[in-house]
């Protein structure tokens, strides 16, 4: 199993702090394909992906019992 | 300068060297909004030697709430947010070398700018900018501290070229803004916090203490109390067009840039035609007059009044059109008035 956090208003639209679900054996990329079809998310491609705090590419294959953070960029300055 | 430092000089990690190096120092910053208000007040307090600010904007009554340089008296002028910056902040410490550059940080002007500059704070409200910003550090080996906000959520990094993962290796590309921007609103203590990770950042660069900067990428969100340290040793992309072996410096190419821009959180279009004119304002604004606008100005910029929009011009020729976010419309506008 798997815990997934999420970030500023990726969070207002998974209406959750977290979820938990298996995501053992797929990549970081694959997972933001999925998240992003079964919650209606904004596209996750640009969005910055921790695996176990530390900051991990889309090829990164999650572990069982990783803890993954979806971290937008924001631009407002 | 021993009274007026003399707490800083007693912190440790700067003391005097430090503080004499602050005093040389040049730090370059790009944006005067909320971030850009809050690092340059901590500089200019703590004795920078050179602070060099450019912004595009013009200070208005929405922006009194969390950009801690300016007043009402700013608004009622229509001040450019860079010269009323300045005025403020040679007030506030007057052996502080202040230059206010009013207009885009293009990446052209970006290159003029950097030859001698130490550190660049990045204050700006779009990616756009960032990445020129990323591209021009990389180029000239020049530090930037990342630092942006939304709701009540931050996020700061700093990027040490050579050392660091670039911008362009977390992105890959200009992500897609209005999501955030346009809804998320904005409290004052969720921009003081970046400006704090910011600032402190700086501060560490200029006394030279580069084992004590921040290697991680730091987020945050004060409202719902989550606060993140991603460690980014995997973060540095080896085919990055920005800092990889075969890089190209994209975000330089004039080209590539959109003359056309939503701003960030407002209900406005930024039109910056190709090639930058010296507008004669006075005259723009008796012809306008003539054609029964509502036209008010400074030496700075003009505003007319055109039904649910407002046009304020600037004198390099770029435009902001307030009321619309439609980029067409807002260029059809514009050339309605200057062609």
């Known amino acids: 199993m798997n815990k997934i956090l999420f970030f500023a208003h990726l969070r207002d639209a998974v209406g959750e702090e977290y ?3 298996n995501a053992t054996g797929k990549t970081v990329g694959e997972l933001k394909v999925e998240l992003a079809g079964s919650y209606n998310l904004p596209k996750l491609d640009t969005v910055m ?3 176990n705090e530390e900051f991990a590419q889309d090829d990164e294959v999650i572990q069982d019992g990783d803890e993954i953070a979806f971290i937008p960029p924001v631009s407002g300055g | 300068m021993d009274e007026r430092y003399s707490r800083q000089v007693l912190f440790p990690g700067i003391g005097k060297a430090g503080q004499e190096k602050i005093c040389k120092k040049h730090v370059l910053m790009i944006g005067a909004g909320a971030l850009g208000s809050g690092n340059a007040e901590v500089l200019t307090r703590a004795g920078v030697g050179r602070l060099t600010i450019v912004d595009r904007d013009y200070v208005e009554a929405s922006n009194l709430q969390r950009q801690q340089l300016y007043t009402e008296e700013d608004v009622a002028e229509k001040l450019p947010k860079a010269a009323a910056a300045k005025k403020r ?4 410490n007057s052996d502080v070398e202040v230059k206010a550059i009013i207009g885009d940080a293009t990446p052209a002007m970006l290159e003029d700018l950097v030859h001698d500059v130490d550190v660049i704070i990045d204050a700006t409200d779009n990616f ?6 990323n591209d021009v550090s990389q180029k000239y080996k020049i530090p930037w501290i990342y630092g942006a906000c939304v709701g009540s959520y931050g996020m700061s990094f700093s990027i040490i070229p050579g050392k660091t993962p670039c911008l362009n290796c977390l992105l890959r590309t200009i992500p897609m803004q209005g999501l955030t921007c346009d809804t998320g609103g904005i409290i004052s203590p969720a921009v003081q916090m970046v400006i704090s990770h910011q600032s402190a950042e700086v501060l560490k660069m200029l ?3 580069w084992d004590a900067v921040r ?7 004060l409202w719902r109390n989550q606060y993140t340290s991603l460690k980014m040793g995997k973060a540095k992309f080896a085919g990055c067009l920005s800092c990889g072996e075969e890089r190209t410096y994209p975000y330089l190419d004039q080209e590539n840039m959109t003359k056309t821009t939503v701003l960030c959180g407002r209900d406005t279009v930024q039109v910056r035609p190709s090639t930058q004119g010296d507008l004669s304002l006075e005259r723009l604004a008796g012809q306008l007059s003539t054609l029964g606008y509502t036209v008010k100005g400074n030496p700075y910029l003009l505003s007319v009044e055109m039904g649910s929009l407002r046009m304020v011009i600037f004198n390099d020729g770029r435009a902001l ?4 976010k439609d980029l067409t419309h807002a260029k059809s506008i ?3 008035i200057l062609g």
């Open chain 1, 19 to 21: 979820l938990k679900l």
């Open chain 1, 49 to 51: 992906t921790a695996v």
């Open chain 2, 89 to 92: 902040l040679s007030a506030i």
């Open chain 2, 128 to 133: 756009e900018t960032r990445m020129a910003i």
């Open chain 2, 207 to 209: 006394v030279e203490d």
């Open chain 2, 215 to 221: 290697t991680s990428f730091v987020s945050f969100d």
């Open chain 2, 321 to 324: 059109i307030h009321g619309t």
């Open chain 2, 334 to 336: 514009y050339q309605r």
